[in-house]
């Protein structure tokens, strides 16, 4: 069973920037795709940024385009997050999601025009960013 366990959260100043980082317990290069979720106060969770882990593509929602970055380093089994010029409506908690081989339960995200199905989650990092 992998593990995804995130790190990097904090308060921040709007402006500013954090680096969130989900390590997996096993390789992410069994993934078919990772990413990131967030539930902001008063919202459903949505999906924030996702990659595939063996071509590297990317995909944002439009409300983070140009300001955060998702990338991988699979010698690390890690998945990052960097996140700048961040703004109040950023604040919340952000998980880590992946597409695993196995089974369990799926949860649908959407991340503009393409639907993410993910059967594993960490157990989240909160972001705080005051204006």
């Known amino acids: 069973q992998v593990q995804l366990v995130e790190s990097g959260g904090g308060s921040v100043q709007a402006g500013g920037s954090l680096r969130l980082s989900c390590a997996a317990s096993g390789y992410i290069s069994s993934a078919n795709y990772m990413g990131w979720i967030r539930q902001t106060p008063g919202k459903e969770r949505e999906g924030v940024a996702f990659?595939?882990?063996?071509?590297?593509?990317?995909y944002y929602a439009d409300s983070v385009k140009g300001r955060f970055t998702i990338s991988q380093d699979n010698g690390k089994n890690t998945v990052y997050l960097q996140m700048n010029s961040l703004k109040p409506e950023d604040t919340g908690m952000y998980y880590c999601?992946?597409?695993?081989?196995?089974?369990?339960?799926?949860?649908?995200?959407?991340?503009?025009?393409?639907?993410?199905?993910?059967?594993?989650r960490g157990q989240g990092t909160q972001v705080t960013v005051s204006s």
């Open positions: 999601a992946a597409d695993l081989p196995g089974g369990g339960s799926r949860t649908a995200y959407v991340v503009g025009i393409r639907v993410f199905t993910c059967n594993y």
């Open positions: 990659i595939y882990i063996k071509n590297g593509y990317t």
